[in-house]
C-alpha cells in the first residue's frame, strides 16, 4: 500500500541535501512560527488524532487541516529539479510538487483521503532522529511507516478504495510533496 525507499539516487540526494543543509536555518526563521502553531494547535492531542482509533472512515475527510504547517522556503528550481528526478525514477510520469512542509515537534496532518486529487504521491521527509510516522489504512489493511534518520520517500496511490493516511513528529521534521500524472503518449 505504501512503498517506502530510502536509498535514494545521489542526483536527487544532491537536491535534497541542499534543503537539509539549511535545516537549522528553516527552523529558526520566521516562517517556522513555532510560537504561533503551538499557540493554535496546543489544544489538539496529535497523538490522539493520528490514532487508529481516532478514525472514523464513515465521513470523508478529502484534505487535512494543515494551516498551522510552516510552508518551507524553498527556492522554485530546486523544487523543478527535485520534481525532474522523481520523473526520471518514475518514467511516463509528470512530478508537479503538491506541498512543502515544516512540522514543529508535536506536529501532525491529521487523517485524511485526498479523495479530491486521486494520484499517485510521492513524498519525500527528512528529520534528524527519524522521530516520525506516517499511518495509513485502506480497507481492512493498515499500516505506520516509520520515519528514518535523513531522507526517505513513500510512493502511495490516493484513488479507490481510498488511502486515509495522516503523519506525526516528535522533533522537526521536513516534507516535500508531489502528484504522479500519466504522460500523453499521443
Not at 496529535?46 to 484534505?63: C, G, H, P, R, Y
Request: hydrophobic residues 30%; aromatic residues 16%; contains cysteine.
Amino acid at each position: 500500500m505504501v512503498e517506502e525507499l530510502q536509498n535514494l539516487p545521489d542526483k536527487l540526494m544532491y537536491y535534497l541535501n541542499n534543503i537539509s543543509n539549511d535545516y537549522e536555518k528553516y527552523i529558526q526563521s520566521p516562517e517556522y512560527e513555532y510560537s504561533y502553531y503551538k499557540e493554535r494547535m496546543g489544544r489538539y492531542n496529535a497523538k490522539n488524532e493520528t490514532s487508529f482509533k481516532s478514525l472514523n472512515t464513515n465521513n470523508d475527510i478529502v484534505m487535512a487541516h494543515n494551516k498551522y504547517l510552516s510552508k518551507l522556503p524553498i527556492k522554485p528550481n530546486i523544487v523543478e529539479a527535485i520534481g525532474k528526478q522523481i520523473e526520471d525514477m518514475f518514467p511516463g510520469y509528470n512530478a508537479s510538487n503538491s506541498g512543502m512542509h515544516l512540522y514543529p515537534s508535536g506536529g501532525f496532518l491529521g487523517w485524511h483521503t485526498n479523495s479530491n486529487a486521486e494520484y499517485t504521491r510521492v513524498y519525500v521527509s527528512y528529520s534528524k532522529q527519524g522521530n516520525g510516522y506516517f499511518k495509513w489504512l485502506r480497507n481492512d489493511l493498515k499500516g505506520v511507516s516509520q520515519d528514518t534518520k535523513g531522507w526517505m520517500m513513500r510512493v502511495f496511490d490516493t484513488s479507490k478504495p481510498y488511502l486515509w493516511h495522516c503523519v506525526y513528529t516528535d522533533e522537526p521534521r521536513i516534507s516535500i510533496g508531489y502528484r504522479l500524472t500519466e504522460l500523453n503518449n499521443n
